[in-house]
């Protein structure tokens, strides 16, 4: 299967600072990219939807200001949380999926961001 | 608005078959699919089914039932590894098939 990677694993910051998470499809070209949050024992909530060379779509009840989006290439995706704050902290995860009808998504190993 | 909904938890012994259901509403459907993920790990893709009917694929299954709205995921000859949260998710109509998750079933396997 493809392969998705994400950088960095794990990052812990101070309240206030912003951080940047990477999505990089190894193998092949992601015409489009998906961040999802993840809390503890709870199921995946989309974000928003990347696709390159355009303007993220965020889902509703995320702030595109916050949450900033850019799909620079074909295998990277970058999402920056701005100005984190402890509610913040969660485990996010970026899926990538290749052109055509059939709707596999390969998730990356996700980040898990703990805002002090 | 678009629901998922899928048992929170389900407890087998090694070697049972487990069926995990998901009944969905949304405004438009191309697929259904499930995924596993392990504690602190990445969704894995397991299935999609976008017709009526089964697709097996080793020991795992799964059905649809478009008309029914209606699916689930069969795991057969459970292994201890197969402990983890299964996930099923809705492709809806749009642009770029975006995923929609259920909250997610529980497995516990015990000896």
């Known amino acids: 299967g493809a392969v998705v990677s994400q950088h960095p694993s794990w990052v812990i910051c101070k309240s206030g600072t912003s951080v940047k998470i990477e999505c990089r499809s190894l193998d092949f070209q992601a015409t489009t990219m998906f961040w999802y949050r993840q809390f503890p024992k709870q199921s995946l ?64 190993p996700g980040t898990r961001l703990t805002v002090l | 608005g678009q629901s998922l909904e899928q048992p929170s938890e389900v407890t087998a ?50 059905f649809l039932s478009r008309s029914d709205s209606y699916g689930y995921l069969l795991l057969q000859e459970l292994q201890m590894k197969d402990s983890a949260s299964y996930f099923c998710a809705v492709s809806s109509s749009g642009g770029y098939n975006k995923l929609i998750f259920g909250a997610g079933t529980r497995l516990a396997v015990h000896p």
């Open chain 2, 13 to 62: 012994v090694e070697g049972a078959i487990v069926q995990i259901n998901c009944t969905y509403q949304t405004s438009g459907f191309y697929g259904l699919s499930w995924y596993q993920q392990h504690d602190g790990g990445a969704p894995t893709f397991l299935s999609y089914n976008a017709l009526d009917g089964l697709e097996e694929t080793g020991r795992f299954s799964s």
């Open chain 1, 45 to 108: 909530m989309l974000m928003a939807t990347s696709n390159e060379g355009s303007k993220a779509t965020y889902e509703q009840g995320v702030e595109k200001d916050k949450f900033l989006i850019n799909h620079a290439s074909l295998t990277l995706s970058t999402l920056t949380v701005t100005s984190a704050h402890p509610e913040d902290s969660s485990f996010y995860i970026c899926s990538a999926k290749t052109s055509g009808p059939y709707n596999e998504q390969f998730f990356g």
